[in-house]
């Protein structure tokens, strides 16, 4: 099993990454102990396509694989198409003829699961609805997703055989996955993204094996995870104001940070690939006026330029882990 971490694409005034300091930013991960680097950018340009080249090239010269996310939320959901799987296909085959031989795995989108429920990323455990069942989605975006799913891996496999296709979803919504499965979408790892708050509701080893059911034969990889921070309305109005309150917030991702891993580990599944953290920097221009969680699932503080940065305690916890479970 292996450790990675995200990192969010350059460019964008929401996020703490700029170019600059991309090398610094790599250089942290590998001190963390990471084997992979998962990298958004959706690609909307062949200016982007290039800044996904220098950036895979960084991480294979510095002994990490490469994981490209690519998230067409705007499109897939957005726009209507004659075709949108011959769209889908054609985009994909273009993006991935020009990083033939630069990505060891591409995610193919984002949560497409979220979306498909009319849920929000905020609240990805929805009240009596578990994702398990197919009437828990709009049927509309439903159908889309499947078939943009279905002609973005068609799209990749002709550009680059070599490059394996990971699909994810979030918590325990498996009725689309299971639904692209059945319809031919041909993705060779099943991506998870599970956070400490599914943790407190379910058990990821019983999900894991729920898939492996249904789904035989793939490869298992956690493409996001970190503790939980956005606060929810169905906690106790305790926990709901302890997020609030950076060092109490510090020190639980730091102890959970650790737990989890060591748990994961501890399985010994041998279809389990590994995990990814979302995120090595905070990013706290996503706060806004009110407290935002996402802001602050980095393990490096910095300010919205992405300068002045400072290691949070989860970043030599995982970094202890890490060394003590030889991963």
Known sequence: MFIGMNLHRHGSPCFSYPFEDIEANLDACVDLGCKMVRYNQSCGSDADIETVKTVAGLCHAKGMQFFHCIDKYDEWIKKEYE??????????????????????IYQLFNEMDVWAMRGEIQNIILPGK????????????????????RGAIRGIRKADKEAKICINFAWWHTALIYEMYRR??????????W????????????????????IPGKE??????????????????????????????????????????KKVAGMKDPSFLGIIFYELLDEPALEGDQ?????????????????????????????????????
Not at 184 to 193: A, K, Q, S
Not at 228 to 243: S, V
């Open 83 to 104: 075709d949108i799987e011959r769209h889908f296909e054609d985009c994909m085959f273009h993006i991935g003829s020009k990083l033939k031989g630069c990505v060891d």
């Open 130 to 149: 578990d994702g398990r069942e197919k009437g828990e989605y709009d049927c509309v975006l439903f159908e889309k997703a499947v078939l943009a799913v």
């Open 184 to 193: 031919g979408c041909d993705f060779d790892i099943v991506g998870l993204d």
């Open 195 to 214: 956070y400490s708050d599914c943790e407190e509701v379910s058990s990821i080893k019983k999900l894991i094996a729920d898939v492996n059911r249904n």
């Open 220 to 261: 298992f990889l956690i493409c996001e995870t970190n503790f939980w921070m956005h606060p929810m309305g169905r906690d106790p109005i305790e926990k709901q104001n302890a997020l609030k309150i950076k060092e109490i917030r510090d020190k639980n991702q730091a102890e959970w940070v650790a737990a989890f891993t």
């Open 291 to 327: 407290y935002g969680g996402e802001g602050h699932f980095g393990f490096i503080e910095c300010d919205r330029n992405g300068k002045n940065k400072r290691k949070k305690p989860a970043y030599d916890s995982l970094k202890s882990c890490v060394k003590e479970l030889a991963l």
